[in-house]
């Protein structure tokens, strides 16, 4: 265990190595720190957590775990630095600016230089590296990135409350914080123990994630050899990460491991990757080569599920229609194993047949799901399309081969419990898909679904008189008694009669849904036109948007 006051001290320097992810801290952070370091016993240590290292020559470390905590102390003690340089003694700026920054030395041959190199330098240096950096806001020209930003963020909080305090109270803080703060850091001398140790710290639950281990080992210096290489790729390796936002760039991963492996996940993602995938028989190398590959791969998830342009508006392929089933499927799809058989396909055959292919993708999840298939059963059907395509040398072979029953899913659409069941949001937005002229692509935005005929009709009313106890307990929760909303559900006015309900309530409720507007077309509400209704429901939902009748 160690104080900040030797921590930052001739001992120790620091650098944020290529492979760690940008200072992602936000105002939560920063306030959660400096609150908690206010509130705590000026007379007892107080513990700030574990910093792994990886010794690169006599006291210069790369920081493998704790470089956001890090950071924000680097902003803090800047922050104390200029809160009091008004003072009339300076002694406590002076020696906490020592402790960041490093004055050139000539008789000692000793450069200046930073206590901590990190990637985002310019801001680093303006704010921190430079005494009175911290005491105005960064410009505006100097807040264009989401870095700079986090940075005028931690400085705003640490000083406003630094100068909340009185001047006697800021230096015994300053006081506090470097001599009785404390880390613990672990140090090795080999990158490939630094390695290991970074996986154990992601095990434990840390900020670090599998994708985190996955760039340092793609990025490890035998495979990416020189600094700007490495550099280069750090950085083409966030841009990434910044194109598909962190939850779909780590859901790449696990659809690529499916791709290159194509069976049921054995073992952590990581693992996999290190000994089943990366430099294996037919499998991309560790370093440039699956770097590229999954700039590659990224480009295109961007373009079929993110951006769905990916069939061409200017030709014959139905980009319209897949824009919109994309749009829901990605939406209300909630495992993701499907998209790997997308992925694979576009990137074996472009966009040949890509819309039909989808198209037999979604039956296929949609059978599963109405089924309640388990998942180990889900993946043998994938894996076997992925290898199919594997061997196939042209879309239509892959097409040909997909035969898949619609009779389950039909069935689940005349259940009479169907408003209970999980896919019962899905199927109806696919309805009014089927249903829209599709002149352009279409999001549709549901809120909520409404019964027709009341789940709890007023005893004695028209509701309640029309339908017999047996017919609303077949009918009420039934597909063809069911329709979207584009708001709120008003329960009072849900249990209004029919002519009223359709012109107080639904009226301004359902206009966006091309299906669910037609209720307002019906005169009365009867047992009859509820099982019409869900028939039609049935035997359409599934038919192909482009070219439906």
Known sequence: MIPLTKLFSQDFFFRIPEYQRPFLWDDEDFTNLIDDLDSAQRDEPYFLGTLVLHKSRDGEYDVVDGQQRLTAL??????????????????????????????????????????????????????????????????????????????????????????????????????????????????????????????????????????????????????????DSRA???????????????????????????????????????????QKILGQPKMPKPGPEFLDQLEKYVDLYDALFVDRDYLDPAGDAPHVAYQTLMEAMVTYFSASEWKACVLAFAAKFDNCRLYDFVLLIEKIYLDHWVAGTRKDERYGVYTSILKNIDKATTPDEIVAEITISTSKIEDACRAQNFYTASHAKYLLVRAEIVADELDHARHFQVRSIEHVLPQTPKKGGRWDTAFSRSERE?????????????????????????????????????????????VLEYEEWTPEIIRARTETFSATVLRDPHTKP
Request: aromatic share 10%; with cysteine.
């Open 74 to 227: 680097c902003i803090l003690l800047a922050c104390m630095r200029d809160s009091l340089a008004t003072t009339d003694d300076n002694t406590l700026t002076l020696e906490i600016h020592e402790k960041i920054f490093q004055a050139a030395k000539k008789l000692d041959s000793i450069p200046s230089r930073n206590r901590l190199q990190v990637k985002d330098q310019a801001v680093f240096n303006a704010m921190i590296g430079t005494p009175g950096g911290t005491s105005q806001p960064l410009a505006d020209s100097e807040l264009k990135n989401a870095i700079s930003r986090r940075y005028e963020s931690a400085r705003s909080v640490f000083w406003e409350k630094l100068h909340a305090m009185r001047e006697q109270d800021r230096e015994s803080f300053a006081i506090f914080v470097t001599q009785n703060c404390t880390l613990i850091y672990v140090a090795t001398d080999t990158f490939e123990d630094a390695f290991r140790l970074f996986t154990v710290v992601n095990d434990r639950g840390k900020q670090l994630r599998r994708i985190d281990v996955l760039k340092a080992y793609n990025l490890d210096p035998s495979y990416v050899t020189t600094a």
């Open 474 to 518: 077949e009918l009420t929760d039934s597909a063809g008694n069911l329709v979207l909303l584009s708001k709120s559900k008003n329960s009072k006015a849900s249990n209004r009669e029919f002519e009223q309900k359709k012109v107080t309530y639904l009226k301004d409720r359902v206009t966006s849904f091309p299906r669910s507007v037609q």
């Open 232 to 274: 280069k790729y750090a950085l083409q390796w966030e841009e990434m990460e910044n194109q598909l936002g962190e939850t779909q760039f780590e859901n790449i991963f696990s659809l690529l491991r499916l791709i290159y492996i194509k069976e049921k996940p054995q073992f952590d993602l990581h693992k996999e990757f290190e």
